[in-house]
């Protein structure tokens, strides 16, 4: 216990020793965990490098009290997002191949038309409320997650995405095959 002490506050004066120590110690265990869920071996690399990134990245702003479960929790996570937006990504591919077939340049027209439709109203929304929301439906993070992320409670987490998505389906309201493309399911 004494020496994960030394380790983490070596990691928060920014030693790399420490980093490198706690890579070579962790590195295989974690790739393993992440491969249970992804069962693809360079997702699973990209994971955990992500989790060794942000571990870096963010030790001087969170408080670790101990590095394995910090590090199996980001990697846990980050697999359940990519899961989640791997079925979002098929979910969207379904809708698009269930449209029936047009010009292909009035679809092509339209797609951009309704992106840009979608990027000005995400413009709309207030800085925190749009971060929600991008964490939600963009990367598929869950509502606990953007809470932890934000540091902010569940209940405000659900009150911006209640928000973002009522001026969505007000902008959106002809395009329901759009919102569910935009937005998931809701």
């Known amino acids: 216990m004494e020496n994960q002490k030394l380790l983490i506050n070596a990691l928060q004066n920014r030693q ?19 491969h249970s869920f992804v069962d693809d ?22 408080k670790i ?7 199996f929790r980001g990697v846990k996570y980050r697999a359940i997002n990519y899961v989640k937006l791997e079925k ?4 969207s591919e379904q809708v698009l191949e ?11 027209m339209d797609y951009l ?4 439709l979608f990027l000005r ?6 800085n925190k409320c749009r971060r929600v929301f991008y964490l939600s439906r963009v990367q598929g ?11 902010i409670s569940i209940r405000t987490v659900e009150t911006h995405i209640s928000n973002a998505l009522r001026l969505f389906k007000l902008h959106f309201k002809n395009c329901l095959s759009l919102i569910v493309l935009f937005l998931g399911e809701y």
């Open 16 to 34: 790399e020793k420490a980093l490198e120590k706690i890579f070579n110690s962790y590195w295989k265990r974690l790739y393993l965990y992440a």
């Open 41 to 62: 071996h360079q997702v699973a690399q990209d994971l955990v490098q992500e989790i060794f990134i942000s571990l870096w990245e963010k030790t001087e702003t969170v």
């Open 65 to 71: 009290e101990q590095i394995e479960a910090y590090l």
């Open 88 to 91: 979002r990504k098929v979910f």
């Open 98 to 108: 269930a449209r029936p077939a047009v010009d292909g340049v009035k679809e092509h």
């Open 113 to 116: 038309e309704s992106e840009e």
């Open 121 to 126: 109203t995400m413009g709309k929304l207030p």
């Open 141 to 151: 993070y869950n509502n606990k997650e953007i809470a932890l992320e934000m540091d």
